[in-house]
T-cell receptor, first 116, second 117 residues
Framework: NAGVTQTPKFQVLKTGQSMTLQCAQDMNHEYMSWYRQDPGMGLRLIHYSVGAGITDQGEVPNGYNVSRSTTEDFPLRLLSAAPSQTSVYFC???????????????FGSGTRLTVV | AQTVTQSQPEMSVQEAETVTLSCTYDTSESDYYLFWYKQPPSRQMILVIRQEAYKQQNATENRFSVNFQKAAKSFSLKISDSQLGDAAMYFCAYRSGVLNSGYALNFGKGTSLLVTP
């Protein structure tokens, strides 16, 4: 089924560890993004990309790194995990044109990350 | 950046009744899109309904409809004939229609909807 695939679904990290959250989409969407969801805060944009080789920061980029080497994949790297990064992470994608604007995003199923 | 405000952290409705969730937004743009997303306990983000700012007619999807007041910058969601499966967190979101604007969806903080039998 076409869509956005996120792995893993759950992860526990120790403070200072690094890891990569994976995101892949098979819809040929130009636009991909990472959000984090915290209780009472809604979803906040971490990083986004409008195409392979192009990335930019969102509202809360500190402590995260991204790259986009292919249209399909947009991994999110935590360089040195901190308890403040405990959250649910969503990857989302869309076409980067008026069609994409009208349709909104397609979301992955999320990754629940706990940093202890 | 555009801000989206959902002033009701929690709402409750009885099964088969109607409930309205509020959303206001702040923008200086004339071209934009508004969305309501539903997030059940499964955590999946599900698009409920969308509205293009240039359309005067309010969007409707089965039991879900919106009241879009562009001048007032208000975008409320009405759920008719509420069902137990409607219980979820609902997020209002704004997206600029300006190309190369960053494409971000700006979310409100959400409204938790409880449906009672």
């Amino acid at each position: 089924n076409a869509g956005v695939t996120q792995t893993p679904k759950f992860q526990v990290l120790k403070t200072g560890q690094s890891m990569t959250l994976q995101c892949a989409q098979d819809m040929n969407h130009e636009y991909m993004s990472w959000y984090r969801q915290d209780p009472g805060m809604g979803l906040r944009l971490i990083h986004y990309s409008v195409g392979a080789g192009i990335t930019d920061q969102g509202e809360v980029p500190n402590g995260y790194n991204v790259s986009r080497s292919t249209t399909e994949d947009f991994p999110l790297r935590l360089l040195s995990a901190a308890p403040s990064q405990t959250s649910v992470y969503f990857c989302a994608s869309s076409y980067a044109d008026q069609q994409g604007f009208r349709r909104g995003y397609t979301f992955g199923s999320g990754t629940r990350l706990t940093v202890v | 950046a555009q801000t989206v405000t959902q002033s009701q952290p929690e709402m409750s409705v009885q099964e088969a009744e109607t409930v309205t969730l509020s959303c206001t937004y702040d923008t200086s743009e004339s071209d934009y899109y508004l969305f309501w997303y539903k997030q059940p306990p499964s955590r999946q983000m599900i698009l409920v309904i969308r509205q293009e700012a240039y359309k005067q007619q309010n969007a409707t999807e089965n039991r879900f409809s919106v009241n879009f007041q562009k001048a007032a910058k208000s975008f409320s969601l009405k759920i008719s004939d509420s069902q137990l499966g409607d219980a979820a967190m609902y997020f209002c979101a704004y997206r600029s229609g300006v190309l190369n604007s960053g494409y971000a969806l700006n979310f409100g903080k959400g409204t938790s909807l409880l449906v009672t039998p």
